[in-house]
T-cell receptor, first 115, second 112 residues
Framework: GAGVSQSPRYKVAKRGQDVALRCDPI?????LFWYQQALGQGPEFLTY????????KSGLPSDRFFAERPEGSVSTLKIQRTQQEDSAVYLC?????????????FGDGTRLSIL | GESVGLHLPTLSVQEGDNSIINCAYSNSASDYFIWYKQESGKGPQFIID?????DKRQGQRVTVLLNKTVKHLSLQIAATQPGDSAVYFCAEKIQGAQKLVFGQGTRLTINP
């Protein structure tokens, strides 16, 4: 079956540009997460949605980062006025129900490079 | 493909041998733990999970052990195969939260 799909797979942008990264979760999954993974590191939490509600955005590094999931399915992570330190792989994950303690299933990520 | 981790702890084992990957977690309030496998250029792939009310769980060729006393988690892979070569991450979830907190990762290399 279809897994979590992310697009684009690669994005190159100049410093100062805005970027938008898309995540299509597994169909029917209620919970959606965004993580940032720097080279050589484990993923770090950015934000969490339950359906269309953004319940935790404690990991967003600055107000340049914004995420939305308006209809409770597809999500977009937007980064405004990109900086070189934003270069990383951005991973999206989803899980099926509101009940916690179940696996999060990850997409293959978007590799963002800021020049 | 791209390298997932350039300066990770590494473990090399011979094909067919068993491997054990260890992880120390940080929060005694964590109630759920997961092991993920990440290949170069791909996202983390779920391997096995365990809840804090258990100390052992087995899957196909994999076993996870949880020692809450010393906050230690291990992943045992039996009869390793070349396809097991990857970076392995442990992750914990604190009770009441939804996010996962990932460990540093270990690069496993299977020698033929």
């Amino acid at each position: 079956g279809a897994g979590v799909s992310q697009s684009p797979r690669y994005k190159v942008a100049k410093r100062g540009q805005d970027v938008a990264l898309r995540c299509d979760p597994i169909s029917g999954h209620v919970s959606l997460f965004w993580y940032q993974q720097a080279l050589g590191q484990g993923p770090e939490f950015l934000t969490y949605f339950q359906n269309e509600a953004q319940l935790d955005k404690s990991g967003l590094p600055s107000d340049r980062f914004f995420a939305e999931r308006p209809e409770g399915s597809v999500s977009t992570l937007k980064i405004q006025r990109t900086q070189q330190e934003d270069s990383a792989v951005y991973l999206c994950a989803s899980s099926p129900r509101q009940v916690s303690n179940q696996p999060q299933h990850f997409g293959d990520g978007t590799r963002l490079s800021i020049l | 493909g791209e390298s997932v981790g350039l300066h990770l702890p590494t473990l090399s084992v011979q094909e067919g041998d068993n491997s054990i990957i260890n992880c120390a977690y940080s929060n005694s309030a964590s109630d759920y733990f997961i092991w993920y496998k990440q290949e170069s250029g791909k996202g983390p792939q779920f391997i096995i999970d365990i809840r804090s009310n258990m100390d052992k769980r087995q899957g196909q060729r994999v076993t996870v052990l949880l020692n809450k006393t010393v906050k230690h988690l291990s992943l045992q892979i039996a009869a390793t195969q070349p396809g097991d070569s990857a970076v392995y991450f442990c992750a914990e979830k604190i009770q009441g939260a939804q996010k996962l907190v990932f460990g540093q990762g270990t690069r496993l290399t299977i020698n033929p």
